[in-house]
């Protein structure tokens, strides 16, 4: 069956530290895979896109890598601040299928 | 900034009785959303639009959810009659097209808690 993951327990670290976040599929053939901050009672907010055919994107402080070999993306944030302390969710969708598919996210919690 | 819009924002209701939500996608998005979520948990599809027409609902219980986009612009989404397991916050979406290139904006969503 069709399966993403993204780790349950919260990822603690200290300002300043990067935080990595992973998210892997199984059964899935995304042509895009997507990545959003949640923060608690509120709705999603996107932050980037990666392709099939890139394996890595970035913008400002975030950087994103797929690899579709290993049905598996990783989600970094350099210099952390307690600010980025959120729910980071990964969603993708298989080519031509139109219907996007959550993780249930990964809590970040950046320590001062 | 264009947002979506939801609402209402909050809403207790006693099992059995029937809720409604709103939603207002941002203008030109012909996709729209619904999503159902559980604390702790990710979002799940409900059921999405393209314009007027259902693209997927088959994760939508019919026998007591329903949802429309009459006019291909907003929607409403139906709980008859709501249970204790419906209390989640419901997440309207929209996007520019059907695409995974596309980002989705996320209104507020509406907590629903059920007695």
């Known amino acids: 069956s069709q399966k993403i993951e993204q780790n349950s327990e919260a990822l603690n670290i200290q300002e300043g530290k990067t935080a990595t976040l992973t998210c892997n599929y199984t059964?899935?053939?995304?042509?895009?895979l997507q990545w959003y901050r949640q923060d608690p009672g509120r709705g999603p907010v996107f932050l980037l896109l990666i392709r099939e055919n890139e394996k890595e994107k970035r913008k400002e402080r975030l950087k994103v890598t797929f690899d579709t070999t290993l049905k598996q993306s990783l989600f970094h944030i350099t210099a952390s601040q307690p600010a980025d302390s959120a729910t980071y969710l990964c969603a993708l969708e298989s080519g031509g299928s139109y219907i996007p598919t959550f993780g249930r996210g990964t809590s970040l919690i950046v320590h001062p | 900034e264009a947002e979506v819009a939801q609402s209402p924002r909050y809403k207790i209701t006693e099992k059995s009785q029937a809720v409604a939500f709103w939603c207002d996608p941002i203008s030109g998005h012909a996709t729209l959303y619904w999503y159902r979520q559980i604390l702790g948990q990710g979002p799940e599809l409900l059921v999405q639009f393209q314009d007027e027409s259902v693209v997927d609902d088959s994760q939508l219980p019919k026998d007591r959810f329903s949802a429309e986009r009459l006019k291909g612009v907003d929607s409403t989404l139906k709980i008859q009659p709501a249970e204790l397991g419906d209390s989640a916050m419901y997440l309207c979406?929209?996007?520019?097209?059907?695409?995974?290139?596309?980002?989705?904006?996320f209104g507020p969503g509406t907590r629903l808690t059920v007695l």
């Open positions: 979406a929209s996007s520019l097209d059907l695409s995974g290139r596309n980002e989705q904006f």
């Open positions: 059964n899935y053939s995304p042509a895009y």
